[in-house]
C-alpha cells in the first residue's frame, strides 16, 4: 500500500478566488457556456508562450522536478510511465474536455501529468441539442449528454500535426479517444473506429477505444467481448501500421457492466495484449434525466471495478482509475485498489486551475 498524501498549501489564492468565482458567477452561467470561455482562455494561453509560462509559474509547475519523457518502469510508484514516456504527474486529464485537441498546452501549463483529447470520431457530428451539459454541484457531479461532438478525425489529426511541430506539443504526453460516428451502423464500426485510428494514431502517444459513453445509441453494446475483438483487433493493427510503431491502446469501460463482463473484457485486454484499461465512464445509473453521470457519485463503483481488474489483469497491464477524483485522498484510494495512474474532469470543474498541480504535487509527495 502506497503512503497517504495530503494537498500542499500552495497556490492558495487562486484557488480561493476560483471558489469565489465559480460559487458567485460560474454557478449561474449554462455549463456548456462557461466550457467555452473556459477553453479560450486555456488556447490562448497555450499559443502563447509568455502566457503559458506565467501560467505554468502561477500554478506552480515551472521547474518540476520531472519532466515528460522516455524511459522508467511502468508500475513503480516513484516513476510513472505512460506509453515508454516518463510523466510528470500521476494524474491526467480525461477525454471529454478537449473534444477537439485545441487546449493542449494550456492544460499541460495547469500540471496535468497526461492529456487524453477526443473523443474524436470519424465523421465530425455537432453533437445532441443543447443543453445537453448540468452540473449537479451538491453531488459534486456532472451529467452530459453531449454525443460526441466534435471536429471529426481528419480535422482533429491536422491539428494534432501541427501541435507535435512544437516542442511544447511534443512534451505532452498525449492520448487520443476514439469512438463510433453516431451515423455508422453496428455493423460498419471496425472501418469507422479503423478510419479514425489511421488518422490519429501517428500524432498520439497512445489510443483509447470509447465503447462506453451512453450518449451514442447501441454504442455500449459493443463491450460485448465478440463485437469488441474484431474492433481492437483491427484499430491496433492499422494504428501500428500508419504510426510505424507500437501503439499502446486502452479500452474504456462503463460502471454500468456487470462483474462478469468486466472479467471477460479483462481477459480480452490480456488476449489481446493491449497496455491496459481506463475504467470507468460516465454512470446512466441517476436521477437527473437523460444522459451520463460523472464525478462523485461514480467513485465507488469506479474503485469496485479497478479492484476487480487488477484481480484478473495481476500487474501486466497498466489501469488507469477515473471517476469521482476530487481530492488526494480519492486519489490514494484508486491506487490502493490498483491503479496505477488517474484521470480527472469533474474534479479540475469544481477545483479550478491550480487543481492539477496540486493533485499532483500531493501524489509526488
Same mark, same amino acid.
Given at each position: 500500500m502506497t503512503s497517504k498524501v495530503r494537498m500542499p498549501g500552495t497556490p492558495g489564492t487562486v484557488a480561493r478566488l476560483y471558489r469565489l468565482l465559480f460559487t458567485k458567477v460560474l454557478r449561474r452561467v449554462d455549463a456548456e457556456t462557461a466550457h467555452h470561455l473556459?477553453? @479560450?482562455?486555456?488556447?490562448?494561453?497555450?499559443?502563447?508562450?509568455?502566457?503559458?509560462? &506565467?501560467?505554468?509559474?502561477?500554478? %506552480?509547475?515551472?521547474?518540476?522536478?520531472?519532466a515528460a519523457g522516455t524511459g522508467g518502469t511502468a508500475g513503480t510508484s516513484e516513476t510513472p510511465v505512460l506509453a515508454g514516456r516518463v510523466l510528470p504527474g500521476r494524474l491526467g486529464l480525461a477525454a471529454?474536455?478537449?473534444?477537439?485537441?485545441?487546449?493542449?498546452? %494550456?492544460?499541460a501549463a495547469l500540471g496535468f501529468g497526461f492529456i487524453e483529447v477526443g473523443t474524436v470520431t470519424a465523421v465530425e457530428?455537432? %453533437?445532441?441539442? @443543447?443543453? @445537453?451539459?448540468?452540473?449537479?454541484?451538491e453531488q459534486g457531479g456532472l451529467v452530459n449528454r453531449m454525443g460526441f461532438n466534435n471536429d471529426g478525425a481528419t480535422r482533429v489529426a491536422a491539428r494534432l500535426q501541427r501541435l507535435r511541430r512544437t516542442a511544447a506539443g511534443r512534451r505532452v504526453v498525449l492520448g487520443v479517444n476514439i469512438g463510433k460516428s453516431k451515423v455508422t451502423p453496428a455493423s460498419q &464500426?471496425? &472501418?469507422?473506429?479503423?478510419y479514425s485510428a489511421r488518422l490519429l494514431a501517428p500524432h498520439a502517444d497512445y489510443l483509447v477505444v470509447n465503447v462506453?459513453?451512453?450518449?451514442?445509441? %447501441?454504442?455500449?453494446?459493443?463491450?460485448?467481448?465478440?463485437?469488441? @475483438?474484431?474492433?481492437?483487433?483491427?484499430?491496433?493493427?492499422?494504428?501500428?501500421?500508419?504510426?510505424?510503431?507500437?501503439?499502446?491502446?486502452?479500452?474504456?469501460? =462503463?460502471?454500468?457492466?456487470?462483474?462478469?463482463?468486466?472479467?471477460?473484457?479483462?481477459?480480452?485486454?490480456?488476449?489481446?495484449?493491449?497496455?491496459?484499461?481506463?475504467?470507468?465512464?460516465t454512470t446512466v445509473r441517476h436521477d437527473h434525466g437523460a444522459g451520463g453521470l460523472s464525478g462523485e457519485p461514480v467513485r465507488q463503483r469506479g474503485l469496485q471495478v479497478v479492484s476487480l481488474l487488477r484481480t484478473r489483469l495481476a500487474g501486466e497491464q497498466l489501469i488507469i482509475g477515473v471517476g469521482g477524483i476530487s481530492s488526494p485522498a480519492h486519489a490514494q484510494a484508486y491506487l490502493? =485498489?490498483?491503479?496505477?495512474?488517474?484521470? &480527472?474532469?469533474? +474534479?479540475?470543474?469544481? +477545483? +479550478?486551475?491550480?487543481?492539477?498541480?496540486?493533485?499532483?504535487? =500531493?501524489?509526488?509527495a
Open positions: 473556459a477553453a @479560450r482562455v486555456l488556447k490562448l494561453f497555450g499559443e502563447v508562450p509568455p502566457l503559458r509560462w &506565467a501560467t505554468s509559474a502561477l500554478v %506552480g509547475t515551472a521547474g518540476a522536478s520531472r471529454g474536455f478537449d473534444k477537439n485537441a485545441t487546449m493542449v498546452r %494550456g492544460l457530428q455537432p %453533437g445532441n441539442e @443543447r443543453p @445537453r451539459l448540468w452540473r449537479v454541484p &464500426a471496425v &472501418a469507422d473506429y479503423t462506453s459513453s451512453p450518449n451514442t445509441p %447501441g454504442l455500449r453494446d459493443l463491450q460485448q467481448v465478440e463485437a469488441l @475483438r474484431p474492433i481492437l483487433q483491427q484499430v491496433q493493427q492499422t494504428a501500428d501500421a500508419a504510426a510505424a510503431r507500437t501503439v499502446p491502446m486502452f479500452v474504456k469501460i =462503463a460502471p454500468d457492466l456487470a462483474d462478469r463482463d468486466i472479467e471477460d473484457i479483462a481477459n480480452l485486454s490480456k488476449e489481446l495484449n493491449l497496455a491496459g484499461v481506463i475504467a470507468v465512464n490502493d =485498489a490498483g491503479a496505477d495512474l488517474l484521470q &480527472a474532469y469533474s +474534479g479540475f470543474i469544481y +477545483g +479550478g486551475p491550480t487543481w492539477p498541480a496540486r493533485m499532483n504535487r =500531493a501524489l509526488d
